[in-house]
Structures are given as C-alpha cells and as structure tokens.
C-alpha cells in the first residue's frame, strides 16, 4: 500500500489560484501513475487530473486549461497547481496511485471557492 497525504487546500475567491500537495510513502511512488481526483457535497468522486511515471498528463475537460498536475519523484509528491479557479471547483480533492486497486484514500483537503 502506499500512504498519501493530501494538504495546500484552503479557501480562495473566484480567479484565484492554489497549490495542492500530496506526499506519498515509500520509494514504489515512483513506479506509479498517479491522480487527483475531487468529491463535491453530494456529488460523486471524479477524476480531476492524471499523470504518468513518464510525465504525460491527461485532465477532465472542466478543469483543462486551468489546472497543471506535476511529480517530483525525488519528494515522491504530486502537485496539482489550480488557477483561475471557480465556484464549481469547491470540493474536497484527494489524490492516489493508477490503478487503485483498492489504495485507500487520503484524508483530503478541502477547496473552497467563493467570494
């Protein structure tokens, strides 16, 4: 298993940016793929954002173009870098290894965007 902690979330106004971190356990980090995924009040968890070991990014079409995910395998970290942000961004946002195959989840951090 591979242990995450999610933390950089905090309340921003509309248009404005935050950065989210995720520090994972364990030298396997490198090895995986890895994602951010975001869970709204009584919504669903969806994926935000996903990247390789290679480096390639993939993004949900509601947040492409204003989100950036990144790795820095030497921290074994995952960032997701969040500008021009919107009311419909506020959520709680995790992140975990691709495929889970079970990983649990983080605890999260929440992200609120409101004026």
């Known amino acids: 298993q591979v242990q995450l902690v999610e933390s950089g979330g905090g309340l921003v106004q509309p248009g404005g940016s935050l950065r989210l971190s995720c520090a994972a356990s364990?030298?396997?980090?490198?090895?995986?793929?890895m994602a951010w995924y975001r869970q709204a009040p009584g919504k669903q968890r969806e994926l935000v954002a996903l990247?390789?070991?290679?480096?390639?990014?993939n993004y949900a079409d509601s947040v492409k173009g204003r989100f950036t995910i990144s790795r820095d395998n030497a921290k074994n970290t995952v960032y997701l870098q969040m500008n021009s942000v919107k009311p419909e961004d506020t959520a709680v946002y995790y992140c975990?290894?691709?495929?889970?195959?079970?990983?649990?989840w983080g605890q999260g951090t929440q992200v609120t965007v409101s004026s």
């Open positions: 990247i390789i070991t290679a480096g390639g990014t």
């Open positions: 364990g030298s396997i980090f490198k090895v995986y793929a």
């Open positions: 975990n290894v691709v495929p889970r195959s079970g990983n649990p």
